[in-house]
């Protein structure tokens, strides 16, 4: 599809720019501006007092107040004189004049009068004007609300812009490239900045539709504006994926609906499905004979935009053998493998036209009588007659279920042993082994025993020792587990000894033992 090219977008919006719209007003209007003080209008009195007046009355609104502010630099000499300065204001049509004594602001090197007009326009025959600067305004308001000196925007003079840019959906703009297409110079030809002071294209959707972004320059503090709308187009119409020709048993015969079911739709823009699918010509629903049919689908965009496609449909017999039968079997590796031909029993399989009378081959066999732990993918093949097929696969867990063997080492007591051990049995056995370890105990002797009518009830007893070590006294026990659950051959006696030096003279030794 033909997408819109820079050039294009560059010719759309010179055509834009040729029908800006002013928004000036004409003559005896209120200015475009906040300023009513048009300077033009002034004629200095030959009588070289430093006042001006004006030759064309302003324009006012009744009973607004207004405030004029005049910089030092556009007093002149007049500010030596303030007390003396005023200003007068006379009223049309009624000619009621008043004077009006300039207030000093000192600190920010201005003055200011305030005044509330009764009627609809003025004229001042009196205004102080010794100009080394042009820095005055006449604004509605009062004198807190000065925001700054502003020059009178002549009634012709164009404050508002517009323009439109029409954008592709597919070839979306940043606010920057945007911005690139619009210029603004100042009245000697320098290039101005431009401000984006909103935008409900970049930061929306940017879907098709209309969106304004709104663009200021400063000059002179004078602030113009253009406000451009970006108008979002989408020429893309749905996709409707070519499914080419579908293949369809005569015995197993799909529906309309079934069929669209699996169209895949698309759009650039919209949400689409095959719900949207419209059918403008059928000849394969009434269809009961094999046979070459078609089906013509339609679908549309919310842009109008529309796609169309025709599916041919060819109805044959290609239905092979049914099988059914598990996905996946599970052995352990303890169990007899199972053979070829178990494998194939585990199946029903049957043709819609040769019944039973299928050929039955395996396509991947992976497994092969294996013992090992693992998965082992098999995949079962049937024919019929025409040589239709059909496949199933099948997985062999073998599984790993033998269990761990212990084995000892001379330290770990057998059960018959440490069940016929007495307390004297107990310390020899005791000493033997703290001596294998390289640690020579004397003057062994048991300081109090828990297990000691407790060989049948399970929990934890400790047997408390008292020895010589290096000519120092010690304790020491000896934990005796009882635990009647445990079977006689996966109980395990455990010793654990330690230096007294490492674990603080504490030596614990550990014998399990069944009730």
């Not at 010179?14 to 033009?40: M, V």
């Not at 001596?435 to 408390?464: K, R, W």
């Amino acid at each position: 599809m033909k997408k819109f090219t820079v050039s294009i977008l560059f010719l759309f919006i010179f055509i834009c720019f040729q029908g800006l719209i002013s928004q000036a007003g004409t003559a005896n209007e209120f200015p475009i501006g906040k300023n009513y003080l048009d300077l033009s209008n002034f004629i200095m009195k030959s009588d070289s007092s430093g006042y001006a007046f004006t030759i064309e009355p302003i324009m006012v609104k009744p009973n607004q107040a207004y405030t004029i502010v005049f910089a030092y630099g556009f007093l002149g000499q007049h500010i030596d004189h303030f007390g003396d300065i005023y200003t007068e204001i006379e009223e049309l049509p009624s000619h009621s004049t008043h004077q009006y004594i300039l207030t000093d602001d000192y600190p920010n090197q201005r003055a200011y009068i305030e005044f509330t007009p009764i009627t609809s326009s003025i004229l001042i025959n009196e205004l102080p004007m010794l100009p080394m600067s042009y820095d005055a305004i006449m604004y509605e308001g009062a004198y807190q609300n000065f925001s700054g000196y502003e020059p009178f925007i002549p009634y012709e003079e164009q404050i508002i812009y517009e323009g439109v840019l029409p954008i592709d959906y597919d070839e979306p703009m940043t606010a920057t490239e945007i911005k690139s297409f619009l210029h603004a110079y100042d009245p000697y030809g320098y290039e101005l900045n431009i401000s984006l002071e909103s935008d409900s294209y970049s930061n929306g959707p940017m879907l098709p539709g209309s969106y304004e972004m709104i663009f200021n320059t400063t000059f002179n503090q004078i602030v113009k504006q253009y406000i451009l709308e970006v108008k979002v187009f989408d020429q893309s119409p749905p996709i409707i994926v070519n499914p080419g020709t579908l293949s369809i048993p005569l015995s197993q015969k799909s529906t309309l609906e079934e069929i669209k079911q699996q169209i895949e739709v698309s759009d650039n823009v919209d949400t689409l499905t095959y719900a949207d699918l419209v059918t403008i010509e059928d000849t394969y629903s009434a269809a009961n004979t094999v046979g070459l049919y078609s089906i013509t689908l339609q679908v549309t965009d919310s842009s109008d935009n529309l796609a169309l496609i025709i599916i041919p449909i060819e109805l044959i017999d290609i239905t092979g053998p049914t099988i059914t039968g598990p996905n996946e079997v599970f052995l352990y590796t303890t169990d007899q493998p199972i053979s070829d031909q178990e494998i194939k029993d585990y199946f029903t399989i049957i043709d819609d036209v040769d019944g039973t009378n299928v050929i039955v081959e395996f396509s991947v066999n992976n497994y092969h009588q294996t013992q090992s732990p693992g998965v082992y993918r098999v995949t079962i093949k049937a024919f019929d007659s025409q040589m239709n097929y059909r496949t199933k696969n099948l997985d062999i867990h073998v599984i790993e279920n033998r269990g761990p063997v212990f084995t000892t080492d001379e330290i770990i007591l057998s059960l018959p042993a440490a069940q016929s051990m007495s307390e004297e049995e107990i310390i020899d056995w005791f000493v033997t082994h703290t001596l294998a370890m390289g640690i020579n105990v004397e003057n062994v002797s048991i300081l109090f025993n828990e297990y000691d009518s407790h060989e049948n009830q399970d929990g934890e007893y400790y047997v408390y020792l008292n020895y010589d070590m290096n000519g120092e006294s010690q304790q020491s026990r000896i934990m005796v587990s009882v635990d009647s659950e445990e079977s006689t051959n996966n109980w395990i006696k455990y010793l654990g000894i330690g230096s007294p030096l490492l674990i603080g003279g504490i030596i614990i030794f550990i014998i399990k033992k069944k009730k």
